[in-house]
Nanobody, 127 residues
Framework: QVQLVESGGGLVQAGGSLRLSCAAS????????MGWFRQGSGKDREFVAV????????HYADSVKGRFTISRDNAKDTVYLQMNSLKPEDTAVYYC????????????????????WGQGTQVTVSS
């Protein structure tokens, strides 16, 4: 059983930056592909980014491409989301998630295919 804990959210002005972290425990972090999702108020949960176990493959949602960067440190069992040039429309609760179905190689943008989820961290971008 993997536990995921996000941190790093907060309030930032448009154009600013935040770095989210997601610390994993209770499992073999290197066997999981890791994804970031977000859910704005009244909206469905949407895919943000995903990274394979070794960082060899990364995908981003079109809405964040060029502004957000996902990375991971397997020695620290942590995945990161660096968010730059933030916009008010980026306001949401951000969740990290773990997918072991492909032994860390799976690349999926579908939330239901992730087995483990963190509790989320709020990101608010003011205009």
């Amino acid at each position: 059983q993997v536990q995921l804990v996000e941190s790093g959210g907060g309030l930032v002005q448009a154009g600013g930056s935040l770095r989210l972290s997601c610390a994993a425990s209770g499992g073999t972090f290197g066997r999981y592909a890791m994804g970031w999702f977000r859910q704005g108020s009244g909206k469905d949960r949407e895919f943000v980014a995903v990274i394979t176990w070794n960082g060899g493959t990364i995908h981003y949602a079109d809405s964040v491409k060029g502004r957000f960067t996902i990375s991971r440190d397997n020695a620290k069992d942590t995945v990161y989301l660096q968010m730059n040039s933030l916009k008010p429309e980026d306001t949401a609760v951000y969740y990290c998630a773990a997918d072991s179905s492909g032994y860390g190689y799976s690349i999926t943008r579908v939330a239901r295919e992730y087995e483990y989820w963190g509790q989320g961290t709020q990101v608010t971008v003011s205009s």
